[in-house]
C-alpha cells in the first residue's frame, strides 16, 4: 500500500469521479481543492487530506481522505476510503434543488449554432470559395 498516491487516480478508485479523465478535468478546471488550496491532478493525496469538490452549481462535496489506494476496488470497498463530512442542505438549497429539476434548460443563444443556409454561401462568397 502506498503512503500518496495521484489526486486524479484518488478520485477514480474512490468512484467521486466516474473515470480518472473525468477527475482530471475536474482538477484542470478549478473543481477540486485539497487543503483550501486548488489542486492539480498530479498533486499527491495523503491520509488525512481534506479535499473540497465542486460537482454542480450549488452542490460541493468535502471528504477526508482516510487511506489511499492505486488501484480499483470494489464500491463498497472504496467508500470506506474516505469520510463524507459534507454539511446537510439547509433549506433553501433544498427548496432550490426541487425547483431546479422542473426548469427547462436554458435556450443557446441566438447565433451561437451552425449559420443558416444563406449565411454559409455568405461567407462562401467572401472567402473565394
Not at 59 to 67: A, L
Not at 72 to 80: T, Y
Not at 98 to 108: C, M, Q, T
Amino acid at each position: 500500500m502506498a503512503d500518496s498516491v495521484r489526486l486524479d487516480v484518488w478520485l477514480d478508485v474512490t468512484c467521486l469521479a466516474k473515470t480518472r479523465s473525468q477527475a482530471k478535468e475536474l482538477c484542470d478546471g478549478g473543481k477540486v481543492e485539497v487543503g483550501g488550496v486548488h489542486a492539480k491532478a498530479h498533486r499527491m493525496v495523503r491520509a488525512g487530506d481534506r479535499i473540497h469538490i465542486s460537482l454542480a452549481p450549488g452542490f460541493r462535496r468535502e471528504v477526508v481522505v482516510r487511506e489511499v489506494v492505486e488501484t480499483h476496488v470494489p464500491k463498497a470497498r472504496a467508500r470506506e476510503l474516505y469520510e463524507d463530512v459534507t454539511p446537510p442542505p439547509n433549506p433553501e438549497e433544498i427548496e432550490m434543488r426541487r425547483l431546479e429539476r422542473f426548469a427547462p434548460p436554458p435556450a443557446p443563444p441566438r447565433g451561437s449554432g451552425r449559420p443558416e443556409k444563406r449565411a454559409r454561401r455568405k461567407m462562401d462568397r467572401m472567402r473565394g470559395r
